[in-house]
């Protein structure tokens, strides 16, 4: 029990006199991975109850802040504001007993309901409301300020995240500038299911016997956390913790990932980042400051992240070794080892067989490639190796991965190739795999409008499959030739052009264009699951001429 008195009193001491979150409208499309924002500055929560899933087969009794008129949800939604905004929260409750909110590291909070011992409470059936400016940038939590021992532990609690005003690519100032899309909330929480059957029975408890069995990251436990963002067998538990990052690249990637942790369990949690160092930059939503008032974030190969508390970190990964397909680090003498030179436990495994990012290579027969085109993963988990379980079960609990993608992306070549306009002057489609001395020629019409009209087919790209990026190399026997590339789109049938056209001459010429978002209709599904179709459409001769495609490669990030 000294355990939740001291907590409750670290909440009051810090000023967290805080109160209440809400979730108002639903973004309507959360990223795949990555953290998921409920826009505020206005908030409508309900205390409510529902049930969350466990890896082990198991279902716990939680609590959760759900969007009132939403689903549940456990944790209750990531609150996201602007600094400075004036931010609203209206608690509704749906429990058998009083709840309320504070919000640790905000002050000046104005709460409107029955007054209770940390802020304003929502009586059954009732409601409270909470009005507070949103002061330093930051991470922070919000969670119950009435019977906190039981109530946090039962899940009233979530991340409410403050962005420095105009500059949502900061996590405090120009110094801690990170790449938008890679943002990531790691919320740490701990259950004892016998807790929350001694709620959900109405049974006594005696909190000096409290031992939590599960350990979760953004309310699930692993493998769950590896699952992407809302997938429908979770539907209590939406939120995944896979961190996705690429190498770190000076001129394409040159920004760390963000990685926000928050401890909203009773015990403190030594967690641990496989793979690089992590840079922490902030705790409790203030940046590491030395006396002087410089700079003192520092490199951790682990952090303590103590109950009640968050830490703020910059991430990135370096190819130290040269793991990138093109910067292959062995002698050009030495062989890449053979797979059978090499060891591999069961039949399931996460390596590629390939020991650089983007080479994805030969596996026994009979070995499951978990990497989809040679990515590679390191763990995230907590040291504390109780926590490392499902129900002292490992390994599972407090725990996730980090995934390195390849730099470029995946890539694909076109494995298959058809004229519709002119033919096949000489060549094959196997030339298009590579920028080299071989070419897939495709002769033009040779009376109306002169036109060269073929494309290249690739097979295999996930579906969900994101930054889709068609690159082409190729010259042409006459000068200065308008040419387009197009994609096939599957849900309506017809060509899409991709971006401007372009002049190619009689030397070589890249062009690189985007699929346009959402990438789905351009993914074959059913018979065509997986196919993608690129057109290349030059124009524009008064005489016959010819194309020579050189290169017809495809990237994306696979889901």
């Known amino acids: 029990?000294?355990?939740?008195?001291?907590?409750?009193?670290?909440?009051?001491?810090?000023?967290?006199?805080?109160f209440a979150p809400s979730a108002e409208a639903q973004a309507p499309a959360?990223?795949?991975?990555?953290?998921?924002?409920?826009?505020?500055?206005?908030?409508?929560?309900?205390?409510?109850?529902?049930?969350?899933?466990?890896?082990?087969?198991?279902s716990v009794l939680m609590w959760s802040y759900a969007p009132t008129g939403g689903a549940f949800q456990s944790p209750g939604?990531?609150?996201?504001?602007?600094?400075?905004a004036t931010v609203t929260v209206r608690l509704r409750n749906d429990l058998t007993e009083p709840v309320s909110i504070v919000f640790p590291g905000q002050t000046g909070i104005q709460g409107s309901g029955s007054p209770g011992l940390l802020a304003d409470e929502a009586p059954p059936g009732g409601q409270a409301t909470y009005?507070?400016?949103?002061?330093?940038?930051?991470?922070?939590?919000?969670?119950?300020?009435?019977?906190?021992?039981?109530?946090?532990?039962?899940?009233?609690?979530?991340?409410?995240?403050?962005?420095?005003?105009?500059?949502?690519?900061?996590?405090?100032?120009?110094?801690?500038?990170?790449?938008?899309?890679?943002?990531?909330?790691?919320?740490?929480?701990?259950i004892d299911p016998d807790l929350h059957h001694a709620v959900e029975t109405g049974a006594p408890y005696d909190f000096g016997t409290l031992r939590s069995r599960y350990f979760a990251i953004n309310g699930r436990q692993f493998p769950d956390t590896l699952q992407d963002n809302g997938v429908s067998w979770l539907p209590a538990q939406p939120y995944g913790a896979l961190v996705r990052v690429k190498p770190y690249d000076a001129t394409g990637n040159p920004l760390p990932a963000l990685i926000r942790m928050a401890n909203v369990g009773t015990l403190n949690h030594p967690f641990h980042p496989h793979g690089n160092h992590i840079k922490e930059i902030a705790q409790d939503g203030r940046p590491l400051r030395t006396p002087a008032g410089g700079d003192a974030s520092?490199?951790?190969?682990?952090?303590?992240?103590?109950?009640?508390?968050?830490?703020?970190?910059?991430?990135?990964?370096?190819?130290?070794?040269?793991?990138?397909?093109?910067?292959?680090?062995?002698?050009?003498?030495?062989?890449?080892?053979?797979?059978?030179?090499?060891?591999?436990?069961?039949?399931?495994?996460?390596?590629?067989?390939?020991?650089?990012?983007?080479?994805?290579?030969?596996?026994?027969v009979g070995t499951?490639?978990?990497?989809?085109?040679?990515?590679?993963?390191?763990?995230?988990?907590?040291?504390?190796?109780?926590?490392?379980?499902?129900?002292?079960?490992?390994?599972?609990?407090?725990?996730?991965?980090?995934?390195?993608?390849?730099?470029?992306?995946c890539a694909a070549a076109a494995g298959s190739a058809a004229v519709t306009a002119g033919v096949l002057d000489s060549g094959n489609v196997a030339a298009l795999a590579a920028a080299d001395a071989s070419y897939y020629r495709v002769?033009?019409?040779?009376?109306?409008?002169?036109?060269?009209?073929?494309?290249?087919?690739?097979?295999?790209?996930?579906?969900?499959?994101?930054?889709?990026?068609?690159?082409?190399?190729?010259?042409?026997?006459?000068?200065?030739?308008?040419?387009?590339?197009?994609?096939?789109k599957w849900s309506t049938g017809t060509w899409t052009q991709l971006g401007p056209a372009a002049t190619i001459g009689t030397t070589d010429t890249t062009l690189t264009r985007t699929v346009p978002a959402p990438e789905s209709p351009y993914i074959g599904t059913g018979a065509n699951?997986?196919?993608?179709?690129?057109?290349?459409?030059?124009?524009?001769?008064?005489?016959?001429?010819?194309?020579?495609?050189?290169?017809?490669?495809l990237t994306y990030d696979a889901p």
């Not at 939604?77 to 400075?84: K, R």
């Not at 130290?320 to 080892?337: E, F, K, M, Y």
């Not at 196919?531 to 016959?544: D, E, F």
Request: aromatic share 12%.
């Open 77 to 84: 939604p990531v609150l996201c504001v602007e600094q400075g």
């Open 30 to 58: 959360p990223p795949r991975q990555g953290m998921v924002c409920a826009d505020g500055p206005d908030f409508d929560l309900t205390a409510t109850r529902g049930y969350a899933e466990t890896p082990d087969g198991n």
């Open 131 to 190: 009005t507070f400016t949103a002061g330093e940038p930051g991470t922070y939590v919000y969670e119950s300020g009435t019977d906190p021992a039981k109530q946090v532990e039962m899940g009233l609690y979530g991340a409410l995240v403050v962005r420095p005003a105009g500059h949502p690519d900061y996590a405090y100032d120009a110094a801690t500038r990170f790449d938008p899309r890679r943002e990531y909330l790691l919320l740490l929480s701990d």
């Open 443 to 488: 002769g033009s019409t040779t009376t109306g409008a002169r036109t060269t009209d073929w494309y290249g087919g690739f097979a295999g790209v996930p579906a969900g499959s994101t930054a889709l990026t068609v690159t082409y190399t190729g010259r042409d026997s006459i000068a200065a030739l308008p040419t387009t590339l197009w994609i096939w």
């Open 368 to 409: 499951t490639s978990q990497n989809i085109c040679g990515e590679w993963y390191f763990p995230w988990h907590s040291h504390a190796l109780n926590e490392f379980t499902n129900y002292d079960a490992g390994f599972g609990g407090m725990a996730t991965l980090l995934r390195v993608d390849p730099p470029g992306g």
């Open 298 to 364: 520092g490199d951790h190969f682990a952090a303590t992240i103590g109950t009640g508390q968050t830490e703020d970190y910059l991430f990135s990964w370096t190819d130290q070794d040269s793991w990138d397909a093109g910067s292959n680090p062995l002698p050009s003498s030495v062989a890449a080892p053979d797979y059978r030179n090499l060891d591999f436990k069961g039949g399931d495994t996460w390596s590629s067989g390939g020991a650089y990012l983007g080479a994805k290579g030969t596996l026994p």
């Open 529 to 553: 699951a997986g196919k993608v179709r690129v057109r290349v459409l030059t124009t524009g001769a008064a005489t016959p001429f010819v194309t020579q495609g050189n290169l017809l490669k």
């Open 1 to 18: 029990m000294r355990r939740h008195l001291r907590r409750a009193a670290v909440v009051a001491a810090a000023l967290l006199v805080a």
